[in-house]
C-alpha cells in the first residue's frame, strides 16, 4: 500500500489525481486533488472548502454531485447532462473506482450547491409548520400595516415618470422618505444582499475577477457596447435596440407593462408564478445622460413599486418581498465601466437565474399566508445553531444590522451581520464571564459576516442612568477586567464606549458588566481601524481611519468611563 499524502486538511490515500469539476450554480470551474482510495464523501469535504465561503452555512453531505465527461468549451449545455443515473449517490465509493480515466483537462464532476434552495425551502415549512405563531409575530410586529400603509400611498402617487422629476422627488423624499434609495444620504434600508440570495450572488460575480465567461460572451458585450455608444434621434429606437441585446443575453422577449394607472415601463422579464405574473427584471431608459428630465433608476423604482402596489398583488404581498432587479440606461453609459460590462450582464443573467428559482420553489400555501419572515434577512439557519426565526429588529438605526431571534428548540438568540468580527476575541471575554456565549461566526462574504450569539438580557451601560456608585464600580471593574484579559493576548478591543457595554443582573440581583460588540476588536499595532469613523466622536488620540490599533486607546476609554460613572473616588486602574 502506497505511504498516505497529507495535504492540507485531507490526507491522501492512493494515487494523487487532479479532477476538474464545476459549480453549476455559481457556474465556476475548480480542479482538486485527490487520492484515488479516498471517499466521496471526502470529495465532497474538499469541493465544500474550496467553495468557500458559499458553502459556509452547509454541510459537505448536502452537495449533490454528477458525474460527467464534458469539454469546458461545453458548460453552456451542462445542467442538459445531468440526472439520477449519472448522480453520485453512495458516500464511501472510493475516487478510483469511479474515475478510471482522468486524462486532459475535461469536467468530471458538476456540484450543486442547494444553499438557495434549502432557505427557500425552510422558509416554506416554517410557514406551513408555524402558521399561527408566524401570524401573531406578524402582527405584534406592526410590519404589515406599515406595509399596507405605504402601499396606499404610493397608489396615490403620479407616473413613475412624474415621480422621477427633481421637483416631485425632492419634495417626497424630504418629507417621506419612503423610497430607500439614498437620497437623501440618510435615507436607507437594510443591504438588499440579506433580502435574497439571488442579490448575493450577483455581487459576488459582479467582483469576481476569475469568472468563467464564454467567447459568445464577451462578443456579446462588445455588440452591446456598440450598439449603445451610437446615436439616436429618438428614444424610442435606443429602446429597441437595447431590447434586441436583452433578447439575446436572456434568451427571453423584453415585454413593456402598462400599469392600472396607464403608466408603464421600458421593458421588463416576467415569470407566471401559480395565478400571479412576477416582475424579476425591471428596465428604464433615456436616450442620452440629461434627457428626459431624471434619472432613469429612481423611475425604475417608482415602476417597481407602483407594479406590486396594484391591488391584484395585494395577496402575495404578504407572504413575499417581491425581490426583483432594476437596470438603468442613460444613453451609453454603460460603456464606462469597460472591462466590467461583461462581468455586469454575465452576473445580471445569473442573478435573474437565481430570482426565477426562487419565485418558482414558492408553494402555493406561502402566497396565501401573511410572513413577517419576509421582512428579515433570509439567512434563517447556521451551522450548529439550526433554525431560527426573526421576532425583531434591535435598532431602528439601518446601520446597526442586530435581530432578536428563536431557534426552533426556543433559545433566544442574537443574530448580526457585520464586515468584520473578532470571533477568538468575543470568546476569550465569554471564557473569563466578560461576554455572551458565541454560538456561530460565517466567514465574511460580499462584506458582510453573519454572527449568533446567545441572548442575555440587559441594558446598555449607556442607558443606565439611576445606578448607585458601588454597582457602577462594579461594572466598570467587570470590563477592566475583561480589556486586560484582552491585552495580555495582545488584543486591542478599539470601540470601548459605554454604547458597548452591556450591563446585566444576575439570579441573587447583581450586576455585572460585558463586553459586546467586537468587530473592530484586532490585534495591536498590527490590524487597523476601519474607514470612515463617526467624525462626531471624541477618539482617542492617534486613533482614526484605517490607523493601527493601539492598546492605549483602551486605557483612554477605560479613563473616560470612569470620569463619567466614578465621579465621586478615584479608582486606581489595573494597568
Known amino acids: ?50 467553495e468557500s465561503p458559499y458553502t459556509d452555512n452547509i454541510c459537505s453531505t448536502d452537495l449533490t454531485l454528477w458525474h460527467v465527461n464534458v469539454d469546458p468549451s461545453a458548460i453552456n449545455t451542462i445542467d442538459e447532462m445531468l440526472n439520477n443515473n449519472n448522480k453520485l449517490t453512495l458516500p ?9 480515466d482522468l486524462s486532459g483537462k475535461k469536467i468530471r464532476v458538476v456540484i450543486g450547491i442547494p444553499v438557495c434552495e434549502s432557505f427557500f425551502l425552510f422558509q416554506i415549512n416554517i410557514i406551513e409548520e408555524q402558521a399561527e405563531s408566524l401570524k401573531r409575530q406578524y402582527s405584534v410586529s406592526n410590519y404589515d400595516e406599515e406595509q399596507y400603509r405605504n402601499v396606499k400611498k404610493i397608489r396615490n402617487h403620479p407616473s413613475p415618470s412624474s415621480f422621477a422629476l427633481i421637483n416631485y422627488l425632492h419634495e417626497n423624499q424630504s418629507q417621506e422618505q419612503e423610497f430607500l434609495i439614498g437620497r437623501p444620504s440618510g435615507c436607507i434600508g437594510i443591504p438588499l444582499m440579506l433580502y435574497n440570495y439571488a442579490f448575493t450572488c450577483f455581487k459576488t460575480d ?136 461583461a462581468r455586469l450582464f454575465m452576473a445580471l443573467r445569473t442573478g435573474c437565474d437565481n430570482l426565477k428559482k426562487y419565485y418558482k420553489s414558492l408553494s402555493k400555501s406561502v402566497l396565501n399566508i401573511a410572513d413577517s419572515q419576509q421582512f428579515f434577512p433570509y439567512i434563517r439557519t447556521a451551522h450548529g445553531v439550526g433554525d431560527f426565526v426573526y421576532k425583531e429588529k434591535l435598532f431602528d438605526d439601518p446601520n446597526k ?23 477568538n476575541a468575543h470568546n476569550l471575554c465569554h471564557e473569563i464571564g466578560k461576554a455572551p456565549e458565541l454560538l456561530f461566526v460565517s466567514k465574511i462574504s460580499n462584506e458582510f459576516c453573519m454572527i449568533i450569539m446567545e441572548y442575555v438580557k440587559g441594558q446598555r451601560l449607556y442607558d443606565c442612568e439611576d445606578l448607585d456608585f458601588p454597582t457602577y464600580k462594579k461594572i466598570i471593574n467587570d470590563i477592566e477586567v475583561a480589556i486586560s484579559h484582552l491585552h495580555s493576548k495582545n488584543i486591542v478591543f478599539a470601540d470601548l464606549r459605554d ?11 447583581t450586576y455585572h458588566g460585558m463586553l459586546i460588540d467586537f468587530d473592530w476588536a484586532g490585534e495591536d499595532n498590527v490590524e487597523c481601524y476601519p474607514s470612515f469613523m463617526n467624525p462626531n466622536i471624541n477618539w482617542p488620540l492617534g486613533a482614526g481611519d484605517k490607523v493601527k490599533l493601539k492598546k492605549e486607546h483602551d486605557i483612554h476609554w477605560l479613563k473616560v468611563l470612569k470620569d463619567r460613572y466614578l465621579k465621586n473616588e478615584d479608582e486606581p486602574s489595573n494597568f
Open 206 to 341: 459582479f467582483n469576481n475577477d476569475n469568472l468563467p465567461i464564454d467567447k459568445d460572451h464577451y462578443q456579446w458585450t462588445l455588440n452591446c457596447i456598440n450598439t449603445m455608444s451610437n446615436f439616436y434621434s429618438i428614444e424610442k429606437f435606443r429602446k429597441r435596440e437595447f431590447h434586441e441585446r436583452m433578447r439575446e443575453l436572456f434568451n427571453k422577449d423584453i415585454m413593456i407593462t402598462v400599469l392600472d394607472d396607464e403608466s408603464s415601463n421600458d421593458g421588463a422579464l416576467y415569470l407566471d408564478v401559480h395565478s400571479f405574473t412576477i416582475l424579476y427584471l425591471n428596465i428604464e431608459i433615456k436616450n442620452e445622460i440629461g434627457t428626459g428630465n431624471c434619472d432613469p433608476t429612481t423611475q425604475a423604482a417608482a415602476f417597481y413599486a407602483k407594479f406590486y402596489a396594484q391591488k391584484k398583488y395585494e395577496e402575495i404581498l404578504k407572504g413575499c418581498n417581491m425581490p426583483c432587479f432594476i437596470l438603468g440606461l442613460a444613453g451609453p453609459w454603460i460603456c464606462v465601466l469597460g472591462a466590467k460590462i
Open 401 to 423: 444590522l442586530l435581530w432578536k431571534a428563536e431557534t426552533k428548540s426556543g433559545q433566544t438568540i442574537i443574530v448580526k451581520f457585520s464586515h468584520m468580527y473578532n470571533a
Open 92 to 100: 464511501t465509493k472510493k475516487v478510483g473506482g469511479i474515475f478510471s
Open 1 to 50: 500500500m502506497s505511504t498516505p499524502i497529507i495535504l492540507g486538511d485531507l490526507i491522501l490515500f492512493g494515487t494523487p489525481v487532479n479532477i476538474f469539476c464545476f459549480f453549476k450554480e455559481r457556474r465556476t470551474r475548480v480542479t482538486v486533488t485527490i487520492g484515488t482510495e479516498n471517499t466521496i464523501a471526502q470529495l465532497k469535504e474538499l469541493l465544500k472548502k474550496e
Open 499 to 509: 454604547s458597548n457595554i452591556l450591563v446585566i443582573k444576575d439570579d441573587n440581583k
